[in-house]
């Protein structure tokens, strides 16, 4: 690959600057001139999506907590106030709570991404696990993030999901007290949930950068899968992907806002537009629809302990995937019958998050068990056998050469 | 500066100076941090005003047999029971076998008060408070509790019988004052 040769600044207050701190010759190489694959697609701009999710939800997060109010006897009533008497309080709050179910949707579909054309393959690994630790640190903001407004939903879903802790032997009770900071869940629960949930965000956007240090050292995959062997086969950065990803992001802003000005509660549970009652558990506690599949899974074993390490072990089998999948193709459309398997998972994955949603009875309990053997079976039976023995199609010479051939 | 050839004998045994400097530095360091640490992770447990053990009187004089009512003790609820004549019997004959968290019923009551029956009402799946104290609640298959969260069932002495829950619910510490009060914590 050409090595880079940074440009000579005319302006001189410029020169000057980049001269003590090379921040304009750092934005030059990596937004301008960064070559990128040329023929990576739209599942290559959920990425940036994402991060414009976490912008949304830092920036209207922060002015929220202008008003919010971490006080068990006035946290309900400080978030009706954002609602109905903050000036565009209703705007910020339904942007944020629509925004988290946003960051989950566009996460996935760039994690599935990933899945299919098997970006986690060397020498991705380490962004890939940088990705799976920002999706445990997004699924922490997310959930504390629920309890702040002190519905029932956000108290019993908070004792439920704390009380996870429990299982474990020994030290259970103390590290949920730990926890909790009480006996139950209580004010001092709900205060320092607070101050989880303003820096786990931040926690969020550092490792983000992280991740984009971590990618740009190795550079995008692509829908071929294989390696850049040259100029020809890259466009710079600017101006190809940034009105790319700015169309994209256009689209994606027009989907999110009908949700927020036209069925702002479509994700919201009712339950939760009822205060905190410690005394009266809900009928039926369902989390937010972003953890579904793992809820589902947790309810699979009839184990307090079990549900809770398959529940932990869905999300850490992630972690091991450039383990799992040794395929030298990355590319999940040269491999026609990965490309079944992948598509079993995805739909598998789906149904989950439906059982999730169903109560703690027949038949659900029993099809949440066989969708819960087709998710593991899918990381450790289906993924090692099929690098065995299925036979890849035949893969083009370079990401150029369909191009140039076609023509 | 030390010569890096330098050597230091410990028990008999010769060792590297600046070898014995690194590991002795780096190890302090991490028994300092860890000093320094003990009161961060000790500030988030139950602070000394939670964990005062704080007693309850509560009078069970107007409890009718067959009802229940629900106090809260440490901001936790504790249900009441006053069992009926068939209740204790169906609880005191279960055999301990068919248990998965074995209790007689005889170690949850208090002798000559076996009618009552007084246990954190909180579920020991996830935390869930089950339903069973109000008149037209469900009870489960075992006369005693369901809880609605995943399916757990509690008998007539509140133990776990079918469901996730892996153990009885719990018994606070009481004590009768007198007949007509009890005491908890
Ligand atoms: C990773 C990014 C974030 C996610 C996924 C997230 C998620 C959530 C969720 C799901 C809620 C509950 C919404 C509701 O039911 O009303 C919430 C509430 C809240 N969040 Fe965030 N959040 C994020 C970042 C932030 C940041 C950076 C702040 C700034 C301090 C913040 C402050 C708040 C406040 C004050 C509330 C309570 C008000 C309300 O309920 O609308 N959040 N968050
Ligand atoms: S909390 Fe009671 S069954 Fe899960």
Redesign the pocket.
């Known amino acids: 690959m050409s090595t880079y040769t940074p440009p000579q600044w005319n302006n001189k207050y410029v020169s000057w600057f980049d001269k003590r701190l090379p921040a304009i010759t750092l934005m030059h190489k990596h937004l301008i001139v960064y070559p990128t694959p040329r023929n990576i697609n739209y599942w290559w701009c959920f990425g940036v999506a994402s991060a414009m999710a976490?912008v949304i939800?830092?920036l209207?997060?922060?002015f929220?907590?202008m008003y919010?109010v971490a006080d068990t006897r006035l946290a309900f009533d400080s978030?009706e106030r954002?609602m109905r008497d903050v000036n565009y309080g209703w705007l910020l709050?339904y942007l944020?709570?629509n925004?988290?179910s946003l960051?989950f949707i566009l996460v996935y579909i760039h994690m599935f991404r990933g899945l299919y054309f098997g970006s986690f393959k060397a020498p991705r690994e380490v962004l890939w696990w940088i990705g799976v630790t920002i999706l445990f640190l997004?699924i922490m903001?997310?959930f504390m993030?629920?309890v702040?407004?002190w519905?029932n939903m956000?108290f019993w879903g908070a004792t439920v999901i704390t009380s996870l802790a429990t299982a474990i032997p020994g030290i259970g009770q103390p590290l949920v007290e730990w926890i909790w900071g009480a006996h139950s869940v209580d004010q001092p629960t709900l205060n320092r949930f607070?101050a989880w949930?303003?820096l786990?965000?931040?926690i969020?956007a550092a490792l983000a950068f992280v991740h984009m240090w971590a990618l740009h050292e190795v550079k995008s995959g692509n829908p071929l899968g294989i390696d850049i062997k040259g100029p020809r086969d890259t466009i710079p950065f600017h101006p190809y992907h940034t009105v790319k990803d700015l169309y994209f992001l256009t689209i994606v802003l027009i989907f999110f806002s009908y949700f927020v000005f036209f069925s702002p509660n479509f994700f919201?549970e009712a339950d939760?537009y009822v205060p905190a009652n410690p005394l009266l558990t809900p009928p039926h506690i369902v989390p937010?629809w972003y953890f579904l599949p793992f809820y589902a899974i947790l309810r699979a074993v009839d184990s307090k302990l079990g549900g809770v390490l398959l529940m932990l072990a869905s999300i850490l089998v992630l972690y091991i995937m450039p383990y799992l999948d040794r395929s030298p193709v990355r590319s999940g459309s040269f491999r026609p019958l990965f490309r079944w398997a992948f598509w079993i998972f995805v739909a598998d994955c789906l149904f989950l998050g439906w059982l999730g949603a169903q109560l703690a009875e027949e038949p659900y309990i029993t099809l949440i068990r066989i969708a819960t053997v087709i998710y593991f079976a899918y990381f450790f039976v289906v993924l090692p056998l099929l690098n065995k023995y299925e036979k890849p199609d035949p893969l083009p010479d370079s990401i150029s050469e369909p191009v140039t051939s076609r023509a | 500066m030390a010569d890096a050839d330098d050597t230091i004998e410990i028990l008999g045994l010769t060792y590297p100076r600046r070898d014995f400097l690194i590991y002795g530095s780096v190890g302090l360091g991490a028994a300092g941090v860890a000093l320094v640490a003990w009161p961060f992770i000790d500030s988030m447990n139950p602070a000394a005003d939670q964990r005062a053990l704080a007693t309850k009187k509560v009078d069970i004089s107007a409890i009718e047999e067959g009802q229940a009512i629900t106090v809260m003790w440490q901001g936790k609820p504790v249900f009441i029971r006053h069992r009926t004549a068939s209740d204790i019997e169906e609880a005191e004959n279960t055999p301990l076998s068919q248990l998965k968290d074995p209790q007689t019923d005889a170690e949850r009551v208090k002798p000559g008060h076996e009618q009552w029956l007084i246990v954190v009402g909180i579920c020991t799946h996830l935390g869930c408070i089950p339903l069973g104290q109000k008149p037209g609640d469900p009870k489960g298959d075992f006369n005693g509790w369901f809880c609605p969260c995943h399916g757990s069932h509690y008998d007539t002495s509140a133990r776990a019988r079918k469901g996730p829950a892996p153990r009885n619910l719990a018994v606070p510490p009481y004590e009768f004052l007198d007949d007509q009060t009890i005491q908890i914590g």
């Open positions: 976490l939800m830092l209207t997060g922060i929220l907590a919010y978030v954002i709050r944020h709570m925004g988290a960051f997004m903001t997310a993030g629920y702040l407004p519905g956000s607070f949930h303003y786990f965000p931040i969020i919201a939760n937010e």
